[in-house]
């Protein structure tokens, strides 16, 4: 099972920091990312951590703003997200799946959602 946590109302400028445990099982050896949706929107990929660890990726609209890193432990996934934008509102989803996050039909884990709330 993975649980987010984290999200919040803030002002536009400001940081937050997500934060997925994971319970059951540890991230090594799993991809692990997040996604996001706005209201009326998709579900889209934010960040992402390849199963070996080696790769990262981040969507072209967060990148230099947001950093996705695990602990040690490879127990928690997080996100830092800072200069944070009305257009970053959204739910927040953490993922985890042995091959890829990004894979079809979609990652074997999800937790549940977080908000965030960026007010201009």
């Known amino acids: 099972q993975l649980q987010a946590s984290g999200g919040g109302l803030v002002q536009a400028g400001g940081s937050l920091r997500l934060s997925c445990a994971a319970s059951?099982?540890?991230?090594?050896?799993?991809?692990a990312g997040w996604f996001r949706q706005a209201p009326g929107s998709e579900r889209e990929g934010v960040s992402s951590?390849?199963?070996?660890?080696?790769?990262?990726y981040y969507q072209h609209s967060v990148k230099g703003r947001f950093a996705i890193s695990m602990d040690s432990a490879r127990s928690t996934l997080y996100l830092q997200m800072n200069d944070l934008k009305p257009e970053d509102t959204a739910v927040y989803y953490c993922?985890?799946?042995?091959?890829?996050?990004?894979?079809?039909?979609?990652?074997?884990?999800w937790g549940e959602g977080t908000k965030v709330t960026v007010s201009s």
């Open positions: 059951g099982f540890s991230f090594d050896g799993y991809a």
């Open positions: 951590i390849s199963n070996t660890g080696n790769f990262i």
């Open positions: 993922a985890a799946d042995p091959v890829s996050v990004h894979r079809e039909p979609g990652p074997n884990y």
